[in-house]
């Protein structure tokens, strides 16, 4: 490789490192358009090519470069850590009763449902939530469903119906949470000593600015309803569109 090759060589790498420092950090500063957070959610990605360049760097004795890029590579680390390693995770006692819990989003347009089915019945999970549940999902899940003694659904046509199906005794109300009447579901559970608040819910996709709007007011609306209501524990469930590196799911957290 000839003098010229190896700079342009240099240059191409240099270049790659400025975009992925751009994409992991910008995000986190600019989240409130939507397809600047939409960059947020590749944390992970970023870390493995900026490690990659990382490497090349030091082959290069780069130390300047090598610094620069080490700023990026503790911010994507400092976000991503959080999700893989919980320091504040307590061990459970064996005695401990469990309630499982399971949430899929059935996929309106999927025609999979033996999948689907046999995913149910080998968790065979205490709570299950379904989302876009259209009639023809309503209809092919009856026969593994009919072991849930307490369900409430709304079904749909577009990719917004939604179902709890539960095992235990609870109570189950239909909440909406968006302007556009998306149905969100809440599940109470009260037990000697306990009690679960939970909801079941399925926001826009941020898709252009408007829906990724509506997807954080109605993240926000649901904070605000659990802020207010202060029930002893809260689970929120469903395919809420964004990942665990969004700015605007931090806040919503």
Same mark, same amino acid.
């Given at each position: ?130 989302? @876009?549940?259209?009639? $023809?999902?309503? %209809?092919?899940?009856?026969?593994? =469903?009919? *072991?849930?003694?307490? #369900?409430?659904?709304? +079904? ?56 990724? @709007?509506?997807?954080? $007011?109605?993240? %926000?609306?649901?904070?605000?309803? =659990?802020? *207010?209501?202060?029930? #002893?524990?809260?689970? +929120? ?17």
């Amino acid at each position: 490789m000839n003098s010229k090759s190896r700079s342009l060589l240099k240059a191409l790498f240099k270049i790659m490192a400025l975009v992925l420092l751009a994409l992991s950090f910008v995000p986190y500063f600019l989240y409130q358009i939507w397809w600047i957070d939409i960059f947020s959610n590749f944390q992970v990605q970023y870390l493995v090519l900026m490690l990659l360049l990382l490497l090349i760097f030091a082959v290069q004795k780069n130390m300047k470069w090598i610094l620069f890029l080490s700023v990026g590579i503790i911010f994507s680390a400092y976000q991503i850590y959080p999700f893989y390693v919980n320091a504040s995770a307590e061990a459970k006692h064996e005695t401990e009763e469990l309630i499982s819990i399971a949430s899929i989003n059935v996929l309106s347009s999927n025609k999979d449902v033996a999948a689907v089915a046999e995913f149910i019945k080998e968790k065979n999970p205490d709570i299950l939530m379904l989302v @876009e549940l259209t009639p $023809r999902w309503d %209809q092919d899940l009856v026969e593994v =469903l009919r *072991t849930y003694d307490y #369900q409430l659904k709304e +079904v749909r046509e577009d990719n917004f119906g939604i179902g709890v199906w539960s095992k235990i005794p609870v109570e189950l109300d239909i909440l909406y949470f968006s302007k556009y009447q998306l149905p969100s579901i809440l599940l109470s559970y009260k037990a000697e000593g306990t009690s679960l608040s939970l909801i079941a819910t399925h926001p826009f996709p941020p898709v252009g600015q408007q829906q990724f @709007e509506q997807r954080n $007011r109605q993240l %926000q609306k649901i904070a605000a309803f =659990l802020t *207010t209501e202060k029930p #002893q524990n809260a689970v +929120v469930i469903g395919d809420l569109n964004t990942s665990s590196f969004s700015r605007n799911f931090k806040n919503f957290k």
